[in-house]
T-cell receptor, first 105, second 111 residues
């Protein structure tokens, strides 16, 4: 089955810093999605981004489908950005292991 | 309505109990899913319903029994669970143009 790799596994930032999270797929996917899981467990949809670039406030994402990777950019991070970020794709929505982000005040 | 609603939010059950988890969406999505998530792990697919028919069962033990009464509802019936079944159970629905929407989950503890 498809393999999804996320990096880095852990990231610690000071409030106001920028960061880039990466997601690599072992095979082509046409439904790549980024999620943020908050401390209460809810998976919040950030971007549905099979290809191209999207922006939503301080967050943006780029997927290069031909090279099977996607990037999530977080600018001017805030403490509320803390949590685990997952990417996923394929028919069965296979997830990577996630990036745990901690933003310190 | 752009939400997936799951009830209950928390559930504690004994190993001889029978309980059900419920999931509801009114976005007109025709695919619905159950995922299981253990602590510090990503969600793992359990079942997929497409147009109210079970299309994928990821070799889940029979003590978990899914049901899709209509296009808006998805249930997960639980019976004779084991302590290792304790986890966060997530329901999702999807549309091919908009991706997946997840509920807030049911945190299940089996004692």
């Amino acid at each position: 089955g498809i393999q999804v790799e996320q990096s880095p596994p852990d990231l610690i930032l000071q409030e106001g810093a920028n960061s880039t999270l990466r997601c690599n797929f072992s095979d082509s996917v046409n439904n790549l999605q980024w999620f943020h899981q908050n401390p209460w467990g809810q998976l919040i949809n950030l971007f549905y981004i099979p290809s191209g670039t999207k922006q939503n406030g301080r967050l943006s994402a780029t997927t290069v489908a031909t090279e099977r990777y996607s990037l999530l950019y977080i600018s001017s991070s805030q403490t509320t950005d803390s949590g685990v970020y997952f990417c996923g794709g394929s028919e069965k929505l296979v997830f990577g292991k996630g990036t745990k982000l901690t933003v310190n005040p | 309505d752009t939400e997936v609603t799951q009830t209950p939010k928390h559930l504690v059950m004994g190993m001889t109990n029978k309980k059900s988890l419920k999931c509801e969406q009114h976005m007109g999505h025709r695919a619905m899913y159950w995922y299981k998530q253990k602590a510090k792990k990503p969600p793992e697919l359990m079942f997929v319903y497409s147009y109210e028919k079970l299309s994928i069962n990821e070799s889940v033990p029979s003590r978990f029994s899914p049901e899709c009464p209509n296009s808006s509802l998805l249930n997960l019936h639980l019976h004779a669970l084991q302590p290792e079944d304790s986890a966060l159970y997530l329901c999702a629905s999807s549309h091919r143009n908009y991706g997946y929407t997840f509920g807030s989950g049911t945190r299940l503890t089996v004692v």
